[in-house]
């Protein structure tokens, strides 16, 4: 399984980004997808995930601000980020995995692209 992200890069607060996320060597429209983030020395952390039917679910400190969504036929997962602040600083890493009961559980990465959110 190849997983590999795109999109990142500087933006100013308040500004949008849309991250992707290209599969391939897996069955994508089955999978679950996820997307993380690692800020400089924090654990990495679930930001959002989508289910293979296009069902999401985000951090609280997202919320409104980030929406995941998926093209079956492109294998493509992305993630829209709108509101930009500071704190969203951080290499972003896609994941393809499963659910167990309603937490997602990731089985490969991608490598990381990295957000900078910063006047």
């Known amino acids: 399984v190849q997983l590999q992200a795109s999109g990142g890069g500087l933006v100013q607060p308040g500004g949008s980004l849309r991250l992707s996320c290209a599969a391939s060597?897996?069955?994508?429209?089955?999978?679950?997808m996820g997307w993380y983030r690692q800020a400089p020395g924090k654990q990495r952390e679930l930001v959002a995930s989508?289910?293979?039917?296009?069902?999401?679910n985000y951090a609280d400190s997202v919320k409104g601000r980030f929406t995941a969504s998926r093209d079956n036929d492109k294998n493509t997962v992305y993630l829209q980020m709108n509101s930009l602040k500071p704190e969203d600083t951080a290499v972003y890493y896609c994941?393809?995995?499963?659910?167990?009961?309603?937490?997602?559980?990731?089985?490969?990465w991608g490598q990381g692209t990295l957000v900078t959110v910063s006047s």
């Open positions: 060597g897996t069955i994508f429209s089955i999978n679950a």
């Open positions: 989508i289910t293979s039917g296009g069902s999401t």
């Open positions: 994941s393809t995995g499963y659910y167990s009961g309603r937490y997602y559980v990731p089985s490969y």
